[in-house]
């Protein structure tokens, strides 16, 4: 017999961006009562190291913390833990086998989501430790899409700067300096953005700025992906 559906979601990194991915969760089921939602537990423990600077050499793993909140998702029966940062997929061998349940990958629903709307280009955003990773890259090359990456001097005047406004709750200045990062990003020709960390999206918001074509938030792709996972689960009973 299948195991019941239970979504986890690990979390905690940064802690809006789990509530915000939660929001994501909600509006990606088409329900028409309380009780048609997506069963979910959340591990929500800001505490995890900085993932930024383990990558970059100047703080420590957060892989044992990682790994003690799969460990906690196992105890409560998760069908399928997904983890609600991008850079945190840098440990997503590791976690994998740390878990009793399928770990969904980020990037394989963000590709697809991409995919669907059919571009040459994409303009990536995302920490130089999801860049340097390729795996959106690398998914987006198997559809025959070329992705335009943040020159060192953006990440550095805009993609940093920004990213940690949010983090210590200046969300719409964050915002500003992210909207100049994916405005150098459609400037160079990318026909659309993918927002490959958990606070651009939000940043954006804050800041009212919206490009020209809709953005991909892997957030709302991954929400998508288990919208349809536990839809699916529901016709078999």
Not at 65 to 84: T, W
Request: aromatic letters at 6%; one cysteine or more.
């Amino acid at each position: 017999m299948a195991k019941p559906f239970l979504l986890g979601v690990l979390g905690g990194m940064g802690p809006l961006a789990a509530v915000d991915f939660q929001h994501q969760l909600l509006q990606a089921v088409n329900s028409q009562s309380d009780q048609q939602q997506i069963p979910m537990v959340v591990w929500n423990v800001p505490q995890i190291p900085d993932r930024q600077q383990a990558l970059a050499g100047t703080g420590p793993s957060p892989l044992p913390q990682l790994i003690d909140g799969i460990e906690k998702l196992n105890r409560v029966g998760a069908s399928h833990i997904v983890m609600a940062c991008n850079t945190a997929h840098h440990w997503f061998e590791a976690l994998q086998a740390a878990s009793q349940a399928p770990l969904l990958h980020i990037a394989d629903a963000t590709a697809e989501a991409v995919a669907a709307l059919s571009p040459t280009s994409v303009g990536l955003i995302a920490t130089q430790g999801t860049l340097d990773a390729g795996w959106f890259q690398q998914r987006f090359a198997r559809h025959g899409i070329e992705t335009l990456l943040p020159t060192a001097t953006e990440i550095r005047d805009y993609f940093v700067p920004g990213c940690y406004a949010v983090k210590r709750g200046e969300v719409a200045a964050g915002g500003e300096l992210l909207a100049r990062q994916a405005q150098a990003l459609l400037d160079r020709g990318a026909e659309r953005l993918v927002l490959a960390c958990t606070e651009v999206p939000l940043a954006l918001r804050a800041a009212d700025w919206q490009p020209p074509r809709k953005a991909i938030d892997p957030a709302e792709a991954m929400a998508a992906l288990c919208a349809s996972l536990w839809q699916q689960q529901q016709t078999l009973f």
